[in-house]
């Protein structure tokens, strides 16, 4: 590459040497300097962490600040004694002049990285689209950078559309979004909070949002990354329910005036439903039992990410009610990212080392948000359901010194669920676990 440049003689008064750890320019430098790798290697670094090098002689290197007229957008190195050729960006008419084939060469190397970093922006994007959540990023100035397709579909906008347009524009109350900003910016991120947007054509909607700062390696304020979902519907329901307490009261004055009335034929009328109320309750205490049990023997050994340890325990908690009928058939750990940590399973035929590092992110975790739990259905291929069968799981969250660690799943034996409880997934849904 350029080998008729590197090795001009006439070349000396562009020649520039720097010796091992040298730095040759630094991110947010104002320097534009162009440079040309003639020996030795260098280092790309983003604060302190190093992200690549550079190895072969005649690689361009400093070109963004020099093409852009912007600050470097990171740190350059050298990792041995090195040697290039450093191009003032004041000297480059000169230059051209003297070498015009280094124009060619130019283009032709920024035509191959742009075609690299086009595919990969292309794949970022496909990669979000397939996200379930929206996703917004913005710059520092609080302006749309992109969006994806289900931005496009809860925001009620095109993402062109919005492209350098201000976030602020989508909320119903931007005071609030920028008091949340500034809370996020406070703590780094805030993990959620629910915020109301203007959409054009379905009016105010309830959008859950959790939001990430962006730095640079310097912790330089970069921008905003958001991750929101349409909760409108669960908040018309909550009020609802505001709506139906508001009838308590007179409601229960007026039970109790009826109470005499009713009294003697309540053992009839409540023959039927009083022991399936006590089955559920006697499963909804067990449950939250042995969550409360597992919580305290597991989450400090999965927090510092103990497998061995969390694995021998959820073994136990089954071989010491091996003799009773209870309504789990395994165990699983997730983490924040919702990936299985851990699993343990009594039902023959299970690939616990196939489950481990699986992802229940496309998994739909329903349930009331002010209780603990959460239902999950899915399907599982085993040995005698190739196709997948399909199954229920009640996830508890994981907290350990109001710090959360992530899911403990409970795999959910439905059959005897069906057979010994009368209950169903629906039911599992109703339960109420509230949190502490």
């Given amino acids: 590459m350029l080998d008729e440049i590197i090795k001009n003689q006439d070349l000396s008064k562009y020649l520039t040497t720097y010796e091992t750890g040298q730095i040759i320019f630094l991110e947010g430098d104002d320097s534009q300097d162009l440079y040309i790798l003639l020996s030795g290697q260098v280092d790309i670094l983003k604060g302190n ?41 004041n000297d480059l008419s000169t230059f051209l002049d003297e070498y015009p084939q280094v124009a060619r060469e130019i283009t032709k190397i920024l035509a191959q990285r742009l075609d690299e970093t086009s595919q990969i922006l292309y794949g970022l994007k496909e990669f979000c689209n397939q996200l379930p959540d929206a996703v917004i990023l913005t710059n520092r100035e609080g302006k749309v950078l992109t969006w994806n ?3 496009e579909k809860i925001y009620g906008r095109d993402g062109n559309q919005m492209r350098h347009i201000s976030v602020e524009e989508i909320y119903e109350e931007p ?24 959409h054009p054509e379905k009016g105010t909607r309830y959008i859950s949002t959790s939001t990430t700062i962006l730095y640079d390696g ?3 304020f970069q921008g905003v990354l958001s991750l929101g979902r349409d909760v409108t519907a669960v908040k018309k329901l909550e009020r609802r329910y505001r709506l139906a307490w508001y009838w308590i009261i007179p409601s229960i004055i007026l039970i109790g005036l009826l109470t005499s009335a009713i009294f003697l034929g309540f053992p009839l009328i409540s023959k039927d439903s009083h022991p399936k109320d006590i089955k559920k309750l006697e499963l909804r205490d067990q449950l939250g039992k042995d969550y409360f049990l597992l919580r305290s023997i597991l989450a400090d050994h999965f927090a510092v990410g103990n497998r061995s340890k969390t694995n021998l325990l959820m073994k136990d908690f089954f071989n010491i009610q091996e003799s009773s009928k209870i309504p789990y058939i395994g165990l699983a750990l997730l983490g924040k990212d919702k990936k299985v940590f851990d699993a343990y399973s009594i039902k023959e035929g299970t690939d616990i080392a196939k489950m481990l590092g699986s992802s229940y992110a496309g998994i739909e975790f329903k349930g009331d948000e002010n209780s603990l739990h959460r239902v999950l259905t899915l399907y599982r291929v085993d040995k005698d359901h190739p196709m997948g069968h399909k199954g229920t799981e009640i996830a508890f969250e994981l907290m350990k010194d109001n710090e959360f660690l992530g899911w403990l799943i409970f795999q959910m034996d439905m059959e005897l669920l069906k057979r010994k409880y009368e209950m169903d997934e629906r039911d599992l849904e109703r339960f109420q676990f509230k949190k502490p």
Avoid at 182 to 196: F, P
Wanted: overall charge positive; charged content about 30%.
């Fill in 175 to 198: 005071q609030a979004y920028d008091n949340f900003l500034e809370e996020v910016q406070s703590r780094y991120s805030v993990r959620e909070k629910i915020l109301k947007i203007r």
């Fill in 149 to 151: 397709s289900v931005a």
């Fill in 218 to 220: 310097h912790h330089n």
């Fill in 49 to 89: 962490i190093k992200i690549t090098e550079i190895t072969e002689i005649g690689t361009l290197f400093g070109e963004m600040s020099f093409l852009l007229g912007a600050k470097r957008t990171a740190t350059v190195k050298a990792k041995d004694d090195v040697k290039t050729i450093r191009i003032p960006k």
